[in-house]
């Protein structure tokens, strides 16, 4: 057993090292600050635009491994994290909208908004940045600006959407899209870690209710795990209502894990595993072909979404690190059946031993449907999460072994 | 030659009838009057969200065919296209509307609008609809309706689009996209056709301006079309300035062609075959798979639209067109084996033999990826549009040799 979980531990800690490498050398914009992330297989610079999620997360992520791995405790990776994070200060919030949160989702390569969503997620990433750079530079300033904007977050999800500038129509009543809860879970986790009680205690309620909200999505009797449900936990009609986004449940899966570890609900963590890790993955993984599909229709329905039996990378890393997480705790043998499942297809098919870091499409049949290496939602985040995540598990538990 | 052209007529008449048969029989909701169009394989109804851009085309198509060709003037194509056209007065423009000629995108079954779009689509399909059904009803107010939505459509393209609601943007520059004034020009020849010369000469301005803006798409000294040029008719940086879509420049092609025709531009109906039409098959046609890609990089980087490599059903019923329009004209033989390439792959690639009707959208290497007939943005108007008109051009064609 441990000879295995040694041969994950070397080739994920080499594979983070190659993935790190990439972005160091290809992603910098020296000239402007922030990162490019339309990046081809070699590395090559396709597009220039500087889409916020992506500035974001790249932030968060350089500034996570610079804090907690040794290695990587360089100041160039510093010195990027925090031109990334003076990119996004100067440029991300929209100074024309008519809140002064409201970031934009894409930027020009010299900061000029292109386009504005009427959703949280730009601002989510922004608050992932700033939490995470503080933490590095130790600037309480920074940490304020991350909570201010996270009351707005808040305030915009529980309280009045009004504010992200979507006209309210009567035909679209309001749901529960699952990534809301996600999203805001995974940044009440990011601005509490290791605060101590006064911060803990101001999200405590917050992050209760962001895991009854995700547990709404739990439908059929405990059979399927639906992307969308009504506000009050009901499923809707139609396709909307029908469907199923596997990577996703698993990455609530390992939230909501890591939430009931945290705060000792032994029986969420059971809820996570049995519903969020097993049942995606019996509706979702391709006896076929191997890999989890991206999306499905509960009913078994076609979906409407052209690549719904692609093979994207993203949804094979929250696999990872959910059955490696809930492997690590628990020591249930199926739990790293699971895991092993998944890594063999992910090695074998999205990782370039060529040039690096993961392709991020693949079709039905394993085939590199796109090759670039980033794109507009692909950049420096589910990968290295991944990786870095693995890595600190396997050390804990093969330290656990001697 | 003739016998070959036989063949033609008689597959895509036998095509035509099956595929106008599954709407009628699947497609009308006679409780709340429209389209379902979201159809399974079988013509099961898997979601009742009415999309106004299907609704307008279906209407359009009925009348189309009720008034051009004589086995379709049945007094059921006739009543369901009213219901869809009164369905759409009732309920297409959106009531919050800042602008009272505002369309929605998507509406509930019973007509409560669900998605607004900032782009002028909805209100073109609106347009179209109108207009040729008060041609078979002679319903002059609709007629007017039309023109007045089509003042409203101009005003926002060529004057302000403010009223489109979209947030201008300071990295967000002005953008010819070819869907525009594509769009436009279509209206132009739909709302002119046969209305005398008052009309014709209202409209002439914009229809000469229109091909003006598609011109502007022959870039890399005429050997590519690109999607989207500055309004200047330059080339734009990044993804957006490379693309290319195959299909959307053969549509082009004989919207032009059929325009030069009108108004006796040979020049022009030269360019489109050269340009709209022999370009996009040189770049776009699959010479492993066979089969038109749907969307391209001119520098051959991969796009980052998804379904880049995938076989959409519309581009193939473009080409069709286009290839048999200008072959007809100018019978040169080069154009009729175009048409012959895409005949063969179309009717052995997306045609269901089992259950009538086509899919949609096939993988590169031509399996079927998604199983439906009709989805949010697949109703009853590419291939009942492109087959009409296929075999009304080779009734003419038969006509002559006789």
């Given at each position: 057993m441990?000879?295995?979980?040694?041969?994950?531990?070397?080739?994920i800690?080499t594979?983070l090292d190659r993935?790190?490498?990439f972005w160091?050398?290809?992603?910098?914009?020296t000239?402007?600050?922030?990162?490019?992330?339309?990046?081809g297989?070699?590395?090559?610079?396709y597009?220039?635009?500087?889409?916020?999620?992506?500035?974001?997360?790249?932030v968060?992520?350089?500034?996570r491994l610079?804090?907690?791995?040794?290695?990587?405790?360089k100041?160039?990776?510093?010195?990027?994290a925090k031109?990334?994070?003076?990119?996004l200060?100067?440029f991300?919030?929209?100074?024309?909208?008519?809140?002064?949160?409201?970031?934009?989702?894409c930027?020009?390569?010299?900061?000029?908004p292109?386009?504005?969503?009427?959703?949280?997620f730009s601002?989510?990433?922004y608050?992932?940045a700033?939490d995470e750079l503080?933490?590095?530079?130790?600037?309480?300033?920074?940490?304020a600006e991350?909570e201010?904007?996270?009351?707005?977050?808040?305030?915009?999800?529980?309280?009045?959407s009004s504010g992200?500038?979507?006209?309210q129509?009567?035909?679209?009543?309001?749901?529960?899209?699952m990534?809301v809860?996600?999203?805001?879970?995974?940044?009440?986790?990011?601005?509490t870690e290791?605060?101590?009680?006064e911060?803990?205690?101001?999200?405590r309620?917050v992050?209760?209710w962001c895991?009854?909200?995700?547990l709404?999505h739990?439908?059929?009797?405990?059979?399927?795990i639906?992307?969308?449900?009504?506000?009050?936990?009901?499923?809707?009609?139609?396709c909307?209502?029908?469907?199923q986004?596997p990577?996703?449940?698993?990455?609530?899966?390992w939230?909501?894990?890591?939430?009931?570890?945290?705060h000792g609900d032994?029986?969420?963590q059971?809820?996570?595993?049995d519903?969020?890790?097993e049942?995606?993955?019996?509706?979702?993984?391709?006896?076929?072909?191997?890999?989890?599909?991206y999306?499905?229709?509960?009913d078994g329905y076609c979906p409407?979404?052209?690549e719904?039996?692609?093979?994207?990378?993203w949804?094979?890393?929250?696999?990872?690190?959910?059955y490696l997480?809930a492997y690590s705790?628990t020591?249930?043998?199926a739990?790293?059946?699971r895991?092993?499942?998944?890594?063999?297809y992910?090695?074998s098919?999205f990782s370039d031993p060529?040039n690096?870091?993961?392709?991020g499409?693949?079709?039905?049949?394993?085939?590199v449907?796109?090759?670039?290496?980033?794109g507009?939602?692909?950049?420096?985040?589910?990968?290295?999460?991944c990786?870095?995540m693995?890595e600190?598990?396997?050390?804990?538990?093969?330290?656990e072994?001697?």
């Amino acid at each position: 057993m441990s000879t295995k979980l040694e041969q994950y531990r070397v080739r994920i800690r080499t594979e983070l090292d190659r993935v790190v490498d990439f972005w160091l050398k290809y992603s910098h914009d020296t000239q402007y600050g922030g990162f490019f992330t339309c990046l081809g297989k070699e590395g090559k610079i396709y597009d220039e635009l500087k889409y916020v999620w992506l500035q974001g997360r790249q932030v968060w992520m350089y500034c996570r491994l610079y804090r907690t791995m040794e290695r990587f405790r360089k100041p160039e990776i510093l010195e990027a994290a925090k031109s990334g994070g003076m990119f996004l200060q100067r440029f991300a919030r929209v100074p024309s909208s008519s809140n002064p949160w409201k970031c934009a989702f894409c930027l020009t390569r010299d900061g000029k908004p292109v386009k504005v969503q009427r959703t949280i997620f730009s601002e989510c990433f922004y608050i992932m940045a700033m939490d995470e750079l503080s933490r590095v530079t130790e600037d309480k300033d920074m940490q304020a600006e991350a909570e201010q904007m996270m009351s707005q977050l808040i305030h915009w999800v529980r309280v009045d959407s009004s504010g992200l500038g979507r006209p309210q129509l009567p035909g679209d009543t309001p749901v529960n899209s699952m990534a809301v809860p996600m999203m805001l879970l995974c940044l009440v986790q990011q601005l509490t870690e290791e605060r101590g009680q006064e911060v803990a205690e101001k999200y405590r309620e917050v992050g209760d209710w962001c895991v009854k909200q995700i547990l709404q999505h739990v439908q059929r009797g405990g059979t399927a795990i639906l992307e969308s449900v009504t506000t009050e936990g009901k499923e809707l009609p139609g396709c909307q209502g029908r469907l199923q986004n596997p990577g996703h449940a698993l990455e609530a899966g390992w939230f909501l894990f890591q939430y009931g570890g945290l705060h000792g609900d032994q029986a969420l963590q059971q809820t996570a595993v049995d519903k969020f890790m097993e049942v995606p993955f019996l509706s979702g993984w391709d006896k076929e072909h191997g890999g989890l599909l991206y999306f499905l229709d509960v009913d078994g329905y076609c979906p409407t979404q052209l690549e719904w039996s692609m093979k994207l990378w993203w949804p094979h890393c929250e696999a990872l690190i959910a059955y490696l997480m809930a492997y690590s705790q628990t020591k249930d043998s199926a739990l790293l059946e699971r895991f092993s499942a998944v890594y063999n297809y992910t090695f074998s098919n999205f990782s370039d031993p060529e040039n690096g870091e993961w392709f991020g499409y693949l079709t039905q049949e394993g085939k590199v449907a796109l090759d670039f290496k980033g794109g507009p939602f692909k950049g420096f985040f589910h990968v290295p999460r991944c990786l870095y995540m693995c890595e600190q598990i396997l050390d804990r538990l093969l330290d656990e072994q001697i």
